[in-house]
């Protein structure tokens, strides 16, 4: 028989903190004046007609920490990225992007389908069918399990 010593310093975790309840979002006080700069330099992009570097600097350093009106306004640069490509485009500019750009890319599209418009809604579901393929379901795991939102 094992002994009782009496120890009870496992006790002075507070488990009440670990609560999914109470859990808030970092965010890094970052306002919408901050992601202006980026927005820009996607605009500009696109209005060359560059998608796919439009696409790459929206998916290489998305606002992750970022307050609400922030990501509310980068993601409708987003959705204006992804209506910007045509049908016949979308698999070369999935294929040329990294895993990690492809799950960031998944969080958008995930964030389309919640809040669909009338010109986005088709452009979406092709856009997920292209992700998928590159991606697999790894990525829709990643991208439903990661707190970190767009």
Known sequence: MSKNTGANKFRTVDVDDFDEDKFH??????????VQP???EIKG????????????????NPPLAADKASKDKFFQQM??????FRASELDKAVNALSPVEVDVLMKYLYRAF???SEKSCA????WHEKAVAAGGLGSIVRTLTDRKTV
Request: charged share 20%; glycine share 10%; net charge negative.
């Open 114 to 116: 919640s809040e669909p």
């Open 79 to 84: 959705v204006n990225v992804l209506t910007a």
């Open 38 to 40: 980026q927005i820009d």
């Open 45 to 60: 992009f696109l209005n060359k007609g560059q998608n796919q570097d439009a696409l790459k600097a929206a998916l290489g």
């Open 25 to 34: 979002d970092e965010t890094d006080g970052t306002d919408g004046a901050s």
């Open 123 to 126: 452009i979406v579901l092709q």
